[in-house]
């Protein structure tokens, strides 16, 4: 069993940074899979960016060279850091874990297997 929890969200104007962690419950978190997800008011939860087990990352093409995940196992704990923040970029933001470290399969929200609470981002023009 693995226990979420996401920080660091708030308001920003855009242009701004903001990180976002997850921190996570459990020994074994090295193992796990850990991907980011946003969800805006009115549309689909949707993919952000993922990093494996062994580091190799995933990122959605509206986010791709302005947003960096990383990890850092002895902290049991992800990070999202978020640079160019644009106003589209505002949504409710969660973490999830999955022990399923397909390549295809991690931009999928059904592969996790659990989730964080979210945090919101807040994008302001």
């Known amino acids: 069993q693995v226990q979420l929890v996401e920080s660091g969200g708030g308001l920003v104007q855009a242009g701004g940074s903001l990180r976002l962690s997850c921190a996570a419950s459990?020994?074994?978190?090295?193992?796990?899979?850990v991907g980011w997800f946003r969800q805006a008011p009115g549309k689909e939860r949707e993919f952000v960016t993922a990093?494996?087990?062994?580091?190799?990352?995933y990122t959605a093409d509206s986010v791709k060279g302005r947003f960096t995940i990383s990890r850092d196992n002895a902290k049991n704990t992800v990070y999202l850091q978020m640079n160019s923040l644009k106003p589209e970029d505002t949504a409710v933001y969660y973490c999830?874990?999955?022990?399923?470290?397909?390549?295809?399969?991690?931009?999928?929200?059904?592969?996790?297997?659990?989730w964080g609470q979210g945090t919101q981002v807040t994008v302001s023009s």
């Open positions: 999830a874990a999955t022990l399923k470290n397909s390549n295809l399969g991690l931009r999928l929200d059904r592969t996790y297997d659990y």
């Open positions: 459990g020994r074994t978190f090295s193992n796990y899979a």
């Open positions: 990093i494996k087990s062994g580091g190799i990352t």
